[in-house]
């Protein structure tokens, strides 16, 4: 199933196939994480195309909990004017409002990007386990590219993370906006 980088007012075809790409090996899907890894992440990438739309930067995450998404959120800095309202602290912050709990034991994140400072420490505070993001971000991520909060050891919590889950598609969403933005401006 091929996923063309067209993002036209219909954006990437989400909406009417849902289907998801698994790359080929000679005929085989190539999995190297469990099927499920590739749909919570395909779910956070839809939330990245509802900021595009907004014409917010487009990031997106979902939390999940027993194979269920619990969270949700897409980037909104620009229509909430608010530097903190990143795609993972919605998503968090709704995660916790349905679990009735501070922290997120249980849980997977989920985001197209690699958070950032403020983002890293919302996971380590909600004591989340796993992370798992799609393309790094070399200015600013915290997870392993400008620092890596998630593994360090001086943390009482460490997170375990996976990393490059559709890293292109969410790379080539980002790469779009901002192309879009340079032909307006
Ligand atoms: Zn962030």
């Keep these: 199933m091929d996923r063309a980088p067209d993002f036209g007012s219909g954006g990437w075809g989400f909406e009417s196939s849902r289907a998801y790409n698994i790359q080929l090996f000679f005929g085989f899907p190539l999995l190297l994480f469990p099927e499920s890894v590739y749909r919570f992440m395909f779910a956070a990438l839809s939330e990245a195309e509802i900021a595009f739309e907004k014409d917010e930067v487009p990031i997106g995450a979902v939390v999940v909990h027993n194979n269920r998404i619990i969270g949700k959120g897409h980037n909104?800095?620009?229509?909430?004017?608010?530097?903190?309202?990143?795609?993972?602290?919605?998503?968090?912050?709704?995660?916790?409002?349905?679990?009735?709990?501070?922290?997120?034991?249980?849980?997977?994140?989920?985001?197209?990007?690699?958070?950032?400072?403020?983002?890293?420490?919302?996971?380590?505070?909600?004591?989340?386990?796993?992370?798992?993001?799609?393309?790094?971000?070399?200015?600013?991520?915290?997870?392993?590219?400008?620092?890596?909060?998630?593994?360090?050891?001086?943390?009482?919590?460490?997170?375990?993370?996976?990393?490059?889950?559709?890293?292109?598609?969410?790379?080539n969403l980002l790469q779009s906006f901002f192309d879009k933005k340079r032909k307006i401006n």
């Excluded at 400072?117 to 004591?127: D, E, P, R």
């Excluded at 600013?140 to 590219?145: D, E, L, R, V």
């Design 76 to 171: 909104q800095v620009e229509t909430l004017n608010d530097p903190t309202a990143h795609a993972e602290m919605i998503a968090i912050t709704a995660a916790s409002n349905n679990l009735s709990s501070k922290y997120l034991t249980d849980c997977e994140l989920y985001v197209t990007l690699e958070p950032c400072v403020m983002c890293t420490g919302a996971v380590i505070l909600a004591k989340l386990p796993k992370l798992y993001f799609g393309a790094f971000e070399p200015k600013s991520g915290a997870c392993g590219s400008i620092y890596n909060f998630a593994e360090d050891k001086k943390l009482n919590h460490t997170i375990k993370i996976y990393s490059g889950i559709y890293a292109e598609e969410s790379k």
